[in-house]
């Protein structure tokens, strides 16, 4: 049974969802319109229940029944429909796939570099050609209508022919992105200046540079965006490549015998299996989760927690995956494997974190689903409003789109806007918005040991007002001393300590080692006991020399019938731990748990940030009030001897009254706290069920992380709602534009070059905004 606090509980498990998550690397994704295809395509498959794509990481993370599909088939449907796709799997597999990912990264690049530099050439030698307008003498050739002709066919079959292709493929595939719109418009331009120059008698001018100058700015853009992805991705990536691949096998130790280094067979890291032994030398990687038999050393653990300081280990220590050895060699015995290192779990966690949409983003996505269809509608009713309405109303704009000499000028103007609305349309504004500020957000967080699951969870903690703080072992160090031994009657208080270590040596909560290890320091044996009881949250009992002792919290004891006088003696401001004999109190324990070091001034920084800081604690009032006192908090802050199983109500009371609640913990106990509340924040050095349940889990038995875990939340969430900003302000304010609405006023009219330099610019800048928060959060 536990003592006044609450970490040994058990928690029921419910039961799994008959669910498995399948990884897919997509390709061939350019836009968020792309991204709602992908995720139609596969929703509609027999057996999946949902899919979340990321057009940043070209990631689909696929929720389905268990046994009811197949990765490899499903791969295969979303490649037959124009998207590129593979299953991965297994720590191996994703370290592979990692790098093919950032070959694939690299080929892209130099790929669109190859097509930017031959359209820079193109538009060099189109620009040289119409140098007679600034005054200098006709160029031979260069002047030459047909060889402007020939640059833009040129840059339509070889930089332009992927975009165009792929443009129309999606189009005939019901799922039209932006290379579409982009394939339209250079279309459009190219064919409208070829009837021009095969029929002179129209009078239209020829604008054969739009179509090259849109390409170029097209592919510039692009470039630009796989860049700045690449480097958004760049943290990830090496964060899986700190995945060791050799482990350094060797029989069982035997007691007080060296090992012999020549007896260790290297094998792949991922084929050792929990309890064999392996053999860690200096310099190398720790090749799996393990508990150090023989050895004594320092291991750099600083890409799990941030923490550059290597720390000391020795025997007796667990030490973690892909960190590094430095100073000895080691024997550990393996505990986790594979994809159940702390570090698999890690690179898990972060990819599942860059898949997860906040909310916010629901918006874009549904608009980004239509976007496609909508532009092209909206360039078609731009075409017919100038053809049919707007010339007629304001006949003077026809200066400014073509020249009133020309048949059919009218129609000439009505096609420029048209193909520029075509072209300054942006879905990848949209798409990028979310998944560019989270995939650096999160990277951010692994490489400082702050691990955030998820979009939704930034937009949970930017409406944070109150944070909950479990107290033992969270707030305090987790590492009581017994400080006070009462006795009461004719008991003496060294047989007191006796009997409270007997009946607590069951027990792995923080407050019976202390009792247990304040016995040992005084040379106590521990008495033959049996029939042990517990009950969570108020005590424990067993049969010592045939007589029922127990210990527990004061509401513990009085339920068993224990009667407590006015005269007993207390411990204030100390957990205090009553012992009774046969109904019969006759001792008390007192026991202190001094704070962390951090948590006065992580309390101080949360009350800056304008949240409102509670302790809830199962320990007494007084002893939760005196922590109060230390932290600077006022008593109505302050829930005490609040049971394990009273945790839950006490948040869910707390947002009943409107509070959106976070819950800081690491007990097994305080899991369904941290499932229950807004945001759960489990510290790692907690349990593995709090870390699972927990939305944020810190890596570092540091508090300040949580300040710092909110801050870098509320910055990526805003960086989340300027990138959107920009994404739906640029296309409100940038297609009205193309279509021709400052038009009469001011005479503004955007060529479909100009038009393509603004829509590649968006991309562009929603990318770098989101690499911009690495510069923020310093």
């Known amino acids: 049974m536990q003592l006044a606090s609450q970490n040994d509980v058990q928690v029921e498990s419910t039961p799994p969802t008959q669910a498995e998550t399948i990884i897919l690397d997509v390709g061939g994704m350019k836009c968020a319109g792309c991204v709602n295809a992908v995720e139609r395509q596969l929703t509609q498959q027999t057996g999946v229940l949902s899919a979340r794509v990321n057009l940043a990481t070209e990631v689909a993370t696929v929720e389905c029944q268990v046994d009811r599909v197949n990765a490899e088939e499903l791969a295969q449907k979303l490649t037959a429909t124009g998207f590129p796709s593979q299953p991965r799997s297994g720590s191996s597999k994703r370290a592979e796939a990692s790098a093919n990912l950032a070959e694939h990264h690299r080929q892209e690049v ?23 307008h600034f005054g200098f003498g006709h160029l031979p050739i260069l002047n030459n209508i047909w060889f402007h002709w020939g640059l833009a066919t040129i840059a339509l079959l070889f930089p332009g022919r992927a975009i165009i292709i792929d443009g129309m493929r999606s189009l005939l595939r019901n799922a039209p992105n932006m290379n579409t719109l982009v394939g339209l418009g250079t279309l459009t331009a ?106 004594k050393t320092t291991v750099n653990e600083s890409m799990l927690t941030g923490e550059s300081m290597p720390v000391v280990k020795q025997v007796g220590d667990f030490v973690s995956a892909g960190t590094i050895n430095q100073s000895g060699a080691m024997i550990i015995q393996a505990t986790r494997t594979a994809e159940e290192t702390t570090l698999a779990q890690i690179v ?97 967080g692994a490489e400082r040991g702050l691990l955030i699951k998820g979009g939704d969870i930034l937009e949970r ?28 009657g004719d008991q003496n208080s060294d047989h007191i300590l006796q009997l409270a270590a007997t009946v607590e040596q069951g027990s792995s909560h923080p407050i019976a080692k202390a009792i247990i290890n304040q016995a040992k320091h005084q040379q106590l044996s521990l008495l033959p006991a049996e029939d042990f009881q517990t009950e969570a949250g108020l005590g424990v009992s067993a049969m010592v020399n045939n007589q029922r002792v127990w210990v527990g919290n004061k509401s513990g004891l009085s339920q068993q019938g224990i009667e407590f006088l006015e005269n007993t003696p207390d411990v204030a401001g100390k957990t205090a731990v009553y012992v009774a004999l046969e109904k019969q109190l006759v001792g008390l324990i007192g026991v202190s748990d001094p704070l962390k ?39 109505e802050n302050v829930l005490a001897e609040v049971r394990p199983d009273g945790k839950v109500k006490a948040i869910t009371d707390l947002q009943q009254q409107g509070q959106r609640v976070a819950m800081v913990g690491d007990g097994i106990n305080d899991a369904p706290a941290l499932a229950q509340a807004d945001v759960g924040i489990g510290l790692h050095t907690g349990t593995d069920v709090a870390m699972e349940t927990a939305d944020i889990v810190l890596m570092r038995d540091s508090l300040m992380d949580v300040v710092e875990s909110i801050r870098l939340s509320r910055l990526t969430f805003n960086k989340i709602r300027q990138n959107l900003f920009w994404a739906f302000g640029y296309n409100t304010l940038g297609i009205p534009v193309a279509a021709g609405l400052l038009l009469p006023s001011l005479g503004i009219i955007l060529s479909p070059a100009a038009a393509g330099a603004l829509m590649a610019f968006s991309s562009v800048s929603v990318v770098t905004n989101s690499l911009l928060l690495r510069r923020k959060f310093s």
């Open 597 to 635: 070091e951090d948590a006065k001034s992580t309390v101080k920084q949360l009350q800056k940030m304008g949240l409102r800081v509670i302790i809830l604690t199962g320990d007494r009032s007084d002893v939760a009030t005196s922590i109060a006192e230390q932290l600077g908090l006022e008593p």
């Open 110 to 132: 130099r790929q669109q570099i190859r097509r930017v530099i031959t359209c820079g050439l193109l538009i060099l030698l189109s620009g040289l050609g119409h140098l007679h």
């Open 190 to 295: 190219y064919t409208t200046s070829f009837v021009a120059l095969l029929f002179p008698q129209l009078g239209w001018e020829c604008f054969f540079d739009e179509p090259v100058m849109l390409l170029g700015f097209i592919l510039l853009g692009k470039t630009l965006e796989q860049q700045a992805r690449h480097r958004a991705t760049n943290a990830l990536q090496s964060l899986i490549a700190l995945q060791p691949t050799i482990a350094r096998l060797i029989p069982p130790p035997q007691p007080e015998q060296e090992q012999n280094i020549a007896q260790a067979v290297e094998i792949p890291a991922e084929q050792v299996r929990v309890g064999e032994w392996l053999q860690v030398l200096p310099g190398e990687k720790i090749p799996v989760d393990g508990e150090i038999f023989s050895g």
């Open 461 to 488: 903690v930017h409406q944070l007002d109150t944070i909950v703080f479990d107290k033992t072992g969270t707030l305090t160090t987790g590492h009581p001393t017994v400080t006070d031994c009462l006795a009461i």
């Open 348 to 444: 898990s966690l972060v990819e599942n974190a860059q898949t997860r949409k906040a909310p916010i983003q629901n918006l874009a996505d549904k608009v980004a689903g239509y976007f496609t269809y909508g532009v092209m509608s909206l360039a078609a009713l731009t075409f017919l409003f100038w053809y049919g309405i707007g010339t007629k109303i304001w006949p003077d704009v026809i200066s400014f789109g073509a020249s009133e000499m020309a048949t059919q000028a009218t129609l000439l103007l009505s096609m420029k806007l048209a193909i520029a609305v075509l072209v300054i349309a942006c879905p990848c504004a949209l798409g990028l918005a979310t998944p560019t500020a989270i995939l650096v957000g999160s990277s951010i």
